[in-house]
């Protein structure tokens, strides 16, 4: 079946613009993560939603970034008045349960350059 | 002190030898310990998995766990061109429902 997917693909933002970032998780996948992956980083765990709710957001760098997942599907990570610092890729992972993380599947990522 | 810490690499080995990949962590509340893969360019997938001390092998692959001294490693048997990628470890701290603290990763070049 179809994995996680994300768009857009590639984000070009200029300083201080609001960016949308979109991850669709695996079908029926409750358990939904954002990581963010700066150039030579490991991951960054930024905030995982068990259905519609998010019970750690201590990941989240700044007040700028916020996300919400919808219908227990879709979930949209915003970043609101980009720095360059935010320029990253950003990574969306679902799983069918919080209580397996070997069962993570990463979506292709969406690399944002703040300019 | 970083919660996960690997050397970056790259390590190189010749084909068909064996890869080491290290990792130690700080945080003794870990439970379980998460070996990706990520290829240039592509997101990571995840090789191997381990949750009790020793051994636990899976086709070429082999994952080394030891609490005690807090260091994961994976193992690479025959090891081929294409498993030249970054390797990621990864923890999961007990209590922190599938929240992974990653390693920033280890580069393997496999030479032909």
């Known amino acids: 079946g179809a994995g996680v997917s994300q768009s857009p693909s590639n984000k070009v933002t200029e300083k201080g613009k609001d960016v949308e970032l979109r991850c669709d998780p695996i079908s029926g996948h409750t358990a939904l993560y954002w990581y963010r992956q700066s150039l030579g980083q490991g991951l960054e765990f930024l905030i995982y939603f068990q259905g519609n709710s998010a019970p750690d957001k201590s990941g989240l760098p700044s007040d700028r970034f916020s996300a919400e997942r919808t219908g227990g599907s879709v979930s949209t990570l915003t970043i609101q008045r980009t720095q360059q610092e935010d320029s990253a890729v950003y990574l969306c992972?679902?799983?069918?349960?919080?209580?397996?993380?070997?069962?993570?599947?990463f979506g292709p990522g969406t690399r944002l350059l703040v300019l | 002190q970083k919660e996960v810490e690997q050397n970056s690499g790259p390590l190189s080995v010749p084909e068909g030898a064996i890869a080491s990949l290290n990792c130690t962590y700080s945080d003794r509340g870990s439970q379980s310990f998460f070996w990706y893969r990520q290829y240039s360019g592509k997101s990571p997938e995840l090789i191997m998995f381990?949750?009790?001390?020793g051994d636990k092998e899976d086709g070429r692959f082999t994952a080394q766990l030891n609490k005690a001294s807090q260091y994961v490693s994976l193992l690479i048997r025959d090891s081929q061109p294409s498993d030249s990628a970054t390797y990621l470890c990864?923890?999961?701290?007990?209590?922190?429902?599938?929240?992974?603290?990653f390693g920033t990763g280890t580069r393997l070049q496999v030479t032909l």
């Open positions: 381990i949750y009790s001390n």
């Open positions: 992972a679902s799983s069918p349960s919080l209580q397996r993380p070997e069962t993570q599947y």
């Open positions: 990864a923890v999961k701290r007990y209590g922190t429902a599938s929240k992974l603290t």
